[in-house]
């Protein structure tokens, strides 16, 4: 079957390329997926639409699609860029008094109910970090082997050093990053931009697992390269997340899966831009809030299709904002008054991919802090 040709924005390459499906006919996708450890935000949400459009667009065009969305429930510290900070889902549940488990279930609920609410399609697979722990060790141990990491007091560190590629898709340099430090990383890094591959326990009281380094838990990046590379294979088409995932996150993540498989692993890069607000650049990380009269108008988007509704959001600049900022901060998580309680029954599956979903009577969540 004749398909035409397809040609996306590389954030790799910073240029237009022609998707060249691996298997013909057919892209397999991994997508960064929420860390769910609160609502998701409407910047959020905009983020998940892109590969959404992605795949009804190679549908309509005649390929198959393979997607894949991770669901981020341990590892994600309040401070990306330096590995410093508290884990985020640790912080949830001591703000609202729950499990680690329950805040997950509750939020990973939340987040599929929202997906459906603007008409976005389900992943074919939502895995899950926590379920992919030895996956993630056997990384680990095969970077130390290789001499990517090292580990100090329970702790191992990717040395950047020993990856002369590293800053290749973000094109950060490590000198721009040091200038945005407040504060001192950990002394005890061979270079102040080593990230965090697996942390030691500490005073991390839940999510802890036993390693050869001891107890303790994983990186964020880590886990995108081990349910990557454990889904997909070590060659796959496109790789998709927000525009403030491409650094630390997806060139840690490149760091990570190019020195274990020793190639190229990611065909394509593409990444959502920051969503605007009333002609105002809303940065994500300080949080975006959809005037009433848009949320309204979100409520008719179920059924919609692409072309309509909250799609819209896709409109304004899918790149805009590209430039990764050398230090990201993020502000703490605060409170919330929702009731978590029974979230467990609640939880849904999602429906299957084609399905429309959305009752169309519901609106946007409102919109909280970002993280
Ligand atoms: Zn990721």
């Given amino acids: 079957m004749s398909r ?51 795949c009804r667009s190679l549908t309509y065009l005649g ?36 499990s680690t488990d329950e805040i997950a279930a509750y939020y990973t609920d939340a987040f599929m109910t929202d997906i459906r609410k603007v008409n976005i399609r389900p992943a074919v ?63 005890r890094k061979k270079h102040p931009g080593d990230f965090t591959l697996w942390k030691a326990a500490g005073e991390h009281r839940q999510q802890v697992w036993p390693s050869p380094w001891g107890e303790g838990f994983p990186g964020w990046h880590i886990e995108c390269s ?13 790789h998709t997340g927000g525009a403030d995932n491409v650094f630390p996150h997806h060139e840690a993540e490149m760091a990570q899966s190019e020195a274990v498989t020793g190639h190229r692993v990611v065909g394509l890069w593409m990444h959502g831009g920051l969503l605007s607000s009333r002609g105002d650049r809303a940065r994500r990380r300080v949080g975006v809030t959809v005037p009433s009269r848009d949320r309204q108008r979100h409520r008719h988007a179920g059924g919609d299709g692409p072309r309509r509704g909250p799609h819209a959001l896709i409109a304004a600049g899918a790149r805009e904002g590209h430039t990764p900022q050398a230090v990201g901060r993020s502000p703490r998580p605060r409170p919330r008054s929702r009731d978590a309680g029974g979230a467990a ?22 919109v909280g802090p970002a993280a």
């Fill in 125 to 187: 697979e939502y895995p899950r970090a926590t379920q992919y722990i030895p996956q993630m060790i056997e990384l680990i141990e095969k970077l130390i082997v290789q001499g990517h990491a090292y580990e100090i007091g329970g702790t191992v560190y990717y040395d950047i050093a020993s990856f002369p590629a590293y800053g290749r898709l973000s094109r950060n340099t490590t000198d721009k990053l040091l200038t945005g430090v407040r504060g001192d990383p950990d002394p």
């Fill in 345 to 366: 029954a609640r939880r849904r599956r999602g429906a299957p991919r084609g399905a429309t979903g959305s009752t169309g009577r519901e609106g946007l969540r409102e």
């Fill in 226 to 238: 081990a349910m990557s590379l454990s889904l997909l294979g070590d060659h796959f088409d496109v």
């Fill in 4 to 54: 035409p040709p397809v040609r996306l924005y590389n954030t790799f390459t910073r240029s237009k390329q022609e998707l060249r499906p691996i298997n013909d006919g057919v892209v397999r996708i991994y997508s960064c997926g929420p860390t769910v450890y609160r609502y998701v935000h409407v910047g959020n949400l905009r983020t998940f639409m892109v590969p959404d459009l992605l």
């Fill in 63 to 98: 390929y198959q699609t393979h997607q894949v969305m991770n669901i981020t429930d341990v590892g994600h510290l309040t401070d990306d860029t330096f590995d410093r900070g508290e884990d985020k889902m640790l912080v949830s549940a001591r703000l609202e008094n729950k």
